[in-house]
Nanobody
Framework: QVQLVESGGGLVQAGGSLRLSCAAS????????VGWFRQAPGQERTFVAA???????YYADSVKGRFTISRDNAKNTVYLQMNRVTAEDTAVYSC????????????????WGQGTQVTVSS
């Protein structure tokens, strides 16, 4: 089993930057794909980015070129660097892990963190 804890959320001005962290405890974290997802008020949870065990990365079109996902297996942590944020990035951001090959599908993920709130002020 893997336990995940997100941190780094907060209030940021439009155009600013924020770095989220997803810290994991448990075994063989490096074997998992880690994904970031977000859910805005009244909306469904959507895929943001993912990084595989081989460090291949995937991004939603809405964040491509602005967000960067990375991992530090020695620290059991995955990061989401968010740059040039806009009000549309306001949401609760959650990380999750999977070993399934389809990394953009929410049902593929089976361990989830509680989430961290990101609020972008315009």
């Amino acid at each position: 089993q893997v336990q995940l804890v997100e941190s780094g959320g907060g209030l940021v001005q439009a155009g600013g930057s924020l770095r989220l962290s997803c810290a994991a405890s448990g075994r063989a974290f490096s074997d998992y794909t880690v994904g970031w997802f977000r859910q805005a008020p009244g909306q469904e949870r959507t895929f943001v980015a993912a990084i595989t065990s081989s460090t291949a990365t995937y991004y939603a079109d809405s964040v491509k070129g602005r967000f960067t996902i990375s991992r530090d297996n020695a620290k059991n942590t995955v990061y989401l660097q968010m740059n040039r944020v806009t009000a549309e990035d306001t949401a609760v951001y959650s990380c999750a892990v999977t070993k399934a090959p389809i990394v953009m599908l929410i049902p593929s993920y089976y361990y989830w963190g509680q989430g961290t709130q990101v609020t972008v002020s315009s």
